[in-house]
């Protein structure tokens, strides 16, 4: 069965030190992998996807993450936190292969971004 | 592009009422997909929709049901509310249901149940 676990719930990095965000998790075939964040009374905005393609994927506001297959993981990360980045973030494994080739999306929890000044 | 719109954006209701929340996908958009989300329980899937049939569903009581209409509108339909039924409910669409499809959210509707 396909699981998502973030390895954080709260993370609290100071503006302008780098950012981890950390992502596991298991799929029995081949997964795409999602990075969405979600700001206060905002909705969910895509940060980044992984489609079997570069294993290193560059999204958007200078956030980025590696699909490493070894270790199940797809961690995001950025050189330096800025304040307007404190925010949810949630991984999400997208699984094929169900009836009719329809997506099975399962979300983590979510790791929430706190950037102190 | 106009993204995707819920309506209403608030909504309070008692126990054992029932309520019709509202999501406008992105224009050429045929998928909607639509989650409850709760800070205990994280995002949980409901449903999503396709070309007016239903695709997927989670593992949520019948009182949730969904409909899909010609122009990809669709609607959630809660009945006999219950407290714990108080949630974010975010609407999705995307322009198909595969797995590597990206899905764009709309801001939600908070719904209280008193």
């Known amino acids: 069965a396909q699981s998502v676990t973030q390895l954080d719930s709260h993370v609290s990095v100071s503006e302008g030190t780098p950012v981890l965000l950390r992502c596991n998790y298991s799929?029995?075939?081949?997964?795409?992998l999602f990075w969405y964040v979600q700001h206060p009374n905002k909705g969910l905005q895509l940060l980044l996807k992984y489609t079997s393609a570069a294993t290193l994927v560059k999204g958007i506001n200078g956030f980025e993450a590696e699909f490493k297959k070894s270790e199940t993981s797809f961690h995001l990360t950025k050189p330096s936190a800025h304040m307007s980045d404190a925010a949810e973030y949630f991984c999400v494994v997208s699984d094929p292969a169900y009836a009719g080739n329809n997506r099975k999306l399962i979300w983590g929890l979510g790791t929430s971004l706190a950037v102190n000044p | 592009k106009a993204g995707v719109t819920q309506t209403p954006r608030y909504l309070i209701k008692t126990r054992g009422q029932q309520v019709t929340l509202s999501c406008s996908p992105i224009s050429g958009h045929r998928s909607v997909s639509w989650y409850q989300q709760t800070p205990g329980q994280g995002l949980q899937f409901l449903f999503e929709y396709f070309s007016e049939t239903q695709r997927n569903k989670g593992n949520f009581p019948g009182r949730f049901s969904g409909r899909q209409f010609s122009n990809s509108r669709s609607e959630m339909n809660v009945s006999t509310l219950e407290l714990g039924d108080s949630a974010l409910y975010l609407c999705?669409?995307?322009?198909?249901?595969?797995?590597?499809?990206?899905?764009?959210f709309g801001p939600g509707t908070r719904l209280t149940v008193l």
């Open positions: 799929s029995s075939y081949s997964p795409s």
């Open positions: 999705a669409s995307s322009l198909r249901t595969d797995s590597t499809d990206t899905q764009y």
